[in-house]
């Protein structure tokens, strides 16, 4: 280990490696702002353009591409390769540590400009980091400062680093540079409004190791998009309570998909990705009354979501039961002393005044990716129509409202009945609409007489319409659109049931 090249963007504990680098005999060249630093920092360097013979041009944007730069990462320590090099006087380079143009810390930021996101794309960086790993066998290359340690106690013990080592870190390169060159094309792509592009790369970072998946025997990590939205489980903060598992993960993030459509105070509980309850209040102690009503048996277990801070009052009602996790936009000092009692239960927090993004929905089947936009569709996007003799009252139309802002969040086939403050019966994810339906009614039992139904589908035939009307319900909302919708309009009719078209399906698979 004779000589390495450092430049670097993000310069934390750069000092002290090249420091150390320094005194295991090995010379530095630098480039620009790292070449400043280091020498502020009392510490000898050769500059680039010492080593090129050529001043940087074109505002820093051509420096380190020159042979006399990759000439020394690539050759191979080879007799026939050195003699190349040495007759066009190229010193070999060992150890190159290079971190780049900060181009996601820039796409980031509110009203980036296309001008400043371009300057922040690194060619120079990118090239260099290609070239040491592809020579991994005789170069070190480092792009986390968490290995410069490591990288230090190697060449101070031995005088250079292993190949294990070189290999490693070289595998962890082009992981970097890959996912660097993936945030420039998701940025180039939404900028030119592509929307099929002909082929698609994403890059996550890991957030956290899981015990295990779905079930023991499967093996599970939990990444996240580190230019994703703010406002989602990814990005929560966790204040109390063991490591969220798998299916919590699952979990919460359906609550969070659903509390998140609602304005008004809101409590939800979820369990295996379907919500079990929902209720609306003044306060948001109220709504959580309603919410564990809805279905007390479902909720042991499961995972509550609210879009208010959770109280003291609320707190105590949490306190009564068994639950995994918890979320909320904030927690009063009461209320975290009551529920941190619980050494298991998961607290998360959420910010609701993070601007959320509609990101696509990605979903893996053997062999490839399903990719979606997400249903963002409200019932003031729907094309309302009342196709039945009687129109729904004020406080049936709220009631539907309701029941069609929940069914968007069901597996299904969805049915779900409510009145105007809460969920009363959820049926998902059965093969036939009639079943859901059924499930649905049952749940709600005498309370159905006067509440609404609202289907995720059209109905193909008016059995559901039937049952509906036997065990009471008053009013229907659902897409429209079967060949056979006369035959439901005309059951409606039959019972005085007011029905409503959408014309906006919600399957949810």
Request: include cysteine.
């Amino acid at each position: 280990m004779k000589r390495a090249l450092i430049s670097v963007s993000d310069k934390t504990g750069i000092v002290e490696f090249a420091k150390g680098l320094l005194e295991a005999g090995v010379e530095i060249i630098s480039t620009g702002g790292t070449k400043r630093t280091l020498e502020e920092a009392g510490l000898s360097v050769i500059g680039v353009e010492d080593v090129t013979g050529f001043p940087e041009i074109l505002e820093g944007r051509v420096k380190t591409l020159h042979p006399f730069i990759h000439g020394g990462l690539l050759a191979k320590r080879t007799p026939e390769h050195l003699q190349q090099i040495d007759q066009q006087g190229i010193t070999p380079i060992d150890l190159v540590c290079v971190n780049l143009y900060p181009f996601q810390q820039t796409i980031s930021k509110p009203n980036v400009t296309e001008e400043e996101a371009i300057e922040n794309i690194d060619i120079g960086g990118p090239t260099m980091l290609r070239s040491a790993a592809k020579n991994h066998d005789y170069v070190t290359v480092i792009v986390d400062a968490q290995d410069y340690d490591g990288v230090l106690k190697e060449i101070k013990l031995n005088g250079a680093v292993s190949k294990e080592t070189n290999k490693r870190l070289a595998a962890k390169v082009f992981r970097h540079t890959a996912a660097y060159d993936s945030y420039i094309a998701e940025y180039m792509t939404n900028l030119v409004g592509e929307e099929n592009p002909e082929r698609i790369t994403f890059s996550y970072e890991i957030k956290q190791s899981l015990r295990y998946g779905e079930n023991p025997h499967q093996k599970a990590s939990f990444y996240m998009n580190p230019i994703g939205s703010l406002f989602s489980i990814a990005h929560a903060k966790q204040l109390h309570g063991k490591e969220l598992s798998y299916n919590n993960i699952h979990d919460a993030d359906a609550a969070l998909q659903i509390v998140k459509d609602f304005s008004e105070p809101v409590a939800v509980a979820v369990k295996h990705m379907n919500p079990c309850g929902v209720g609306l209040g003044n306060s948001i102690a109220e709504a959580f009354k309603k919410a564990y009503e809805a279905d007390s048996t479902s909720i042991f277990g499961g995972i509550v979501a609210f879009n208010r801070e959770v109280d003291k009052e609320t707190a105590e009602q949490l306190h009564e039961i068994f639950l995994e996790i918890i979320i909320a936009p904030s927690f009063s000092d009461e209320a975290l002393s009551i529920l941190t009692s619980k050494k298991n239960l998961r607290l998360l927090t959420v910010s609701f005044d993070l601007q959320q993004k509609n990101e696509k929905v990605i979903t893996s089947v053997e062999g490839g990716l399903l990719i979606q936009d997400q249903d963002t569709h409200t019932f003031d996007d729907a094309n309302i129509s009342v196709p039945t003799n009687r129109k729904p009252t004020e406080s049936e139309w709220k009631a539907l409202k309701l029941g069609w802002k929940v069914v968007k969040h069901v597996k299904s086939n969805a049915i779900v009945v409510s009145n105007d403050e809460m969920t009363l019966g959820i049926g998902a994810g059965q093969m036939n609409r009639v079943g859901s339906a059924n499930i649905a009614l049952e749940q709600a039992g005498d309370l159905a007489k006067g509440a609404a139904m609202a289907s995720d589908a059209f109905f193909p035939m008016d059995d559901t319409v039937e049952a509906a009307a036997k065990s009471g319900i008053t009013a229907i909302i659902q897409p429209g659109g079967s060949i056979r919708d006369e035959d439901s309009i005309k059951k409606a009719n039959e019972y005085g049931i007011a029905m409503v078209f959408t014309g906006i399906r919600h399957f949810k698979h």
